[in-house]
């Protein structure tokens, strides 16, 4: 079955440590996103990308960084300079970067600080 | 004022109940209009999308438009206690970006 795929489930940072999460889709879609959401925020887009090697930042990329090297992947970090990571990721994908099309979204990333 | 506003609930209904969850937003030029599922622990389901004023029905789901109040709703029949969930707005407001709401979270008790 088509998909995105987030992993993992859960995880854990200590403090001034980098946490990587990841994003992998089947669909064939073009354009990716990650968002982050908070209690009572809603959902808050942190990147976005259209095509390999190409990103841009979001409404809150500050302590962020990502890439995306294969079509398939987009992977999230969160730095050290995230001085307030705890949240839920989620991200997404569309068929055509602008096309009005809806996203789809995989199961999210709950990022905790030990 | 935020670009799109709803009531973060919860709303709590007996099953069977008709539900009736609702969103507002700012610009009227703003053209397609989502609706998400998102049980506990989840991602955010697509339940309906819909571009034009008027209502769009999918089984016990329909959707409603009102542009001209800048109003969107949806309307659970027949409601479920499975349908217990948060639902999400979203407003497309331009090129690559989707403004959500807060989310109205649903409890229907059997």
């Known amino acids: 079955d088509g998909g995105i795929t987030q992993s993992p489930k859960y995880l854990f940072r200590k403090e001034g440590q980098n946490v990587t999460l990841s994003c992998e889709q089947n669909?064939?879609?073009?354009?990716m996103y990650w968002y982050r959401q908070d209690p009572g925020q809603g959902l808050r887009l942190i990147y976005y990308s259209q095509i390999v090697n190409d990103f841009q930042k979001g409404d809150i990329a500050e302590g962020y960084s990502v890439s995306r090297e294969k079509k398939e992947s987009f992977p999230l970090t969160v730095t050290s300079a995230q001085k307030n990571p705890t949240a839920f990721y989620l991200c997404?994908?569309?068929?055509?970067?602008?096309?009005?099309?809806?996203?789809?979204f995989g199961d999210g990333t709950r990022l905790s600080i030990l | 004022q935020k670009e799109v506003e709803q009531d973060p609930g919860p709303l709590s209904v007996p099953e069977g109940a008709i539900v009736s969850l609702n969103c507002t937003y700012s610009n009227s030029a703003f053209q397609y209009f989502m609706w998400y599922r998102q049980y506990s622990r989840k991602g955010p389901e697509l339940l309906m999308y819909?571009?034009?004023?008027g209502n769009k029905e999918d089984g016990r789901f329909t959707a409603q438009v009102d542009k001209s109040s800048k109003y969107i709703s949806l309307f659970i029949r027949d409601s479920q206690p499975s349908d217990s969930a948060t639902y999400l707005c979203?407003?497309?407001?331009?090129?690559?970006?989707?403004?959500f709401g807060t989310g109205t979270r649903l409890l229907v008790s059997p």
């Open positions: 819909t571009y034009s004023s």
């Open positions: 979203a407003i497309r407001t331009g090129f690559q970006k989707l403004v």
């Open positions: 669909l064939n879609h073009d354009a």
């Open positions: 997404a994908s569309i068929v055509q970067g602008g096309s009005n099309q809806p996203q789809h």
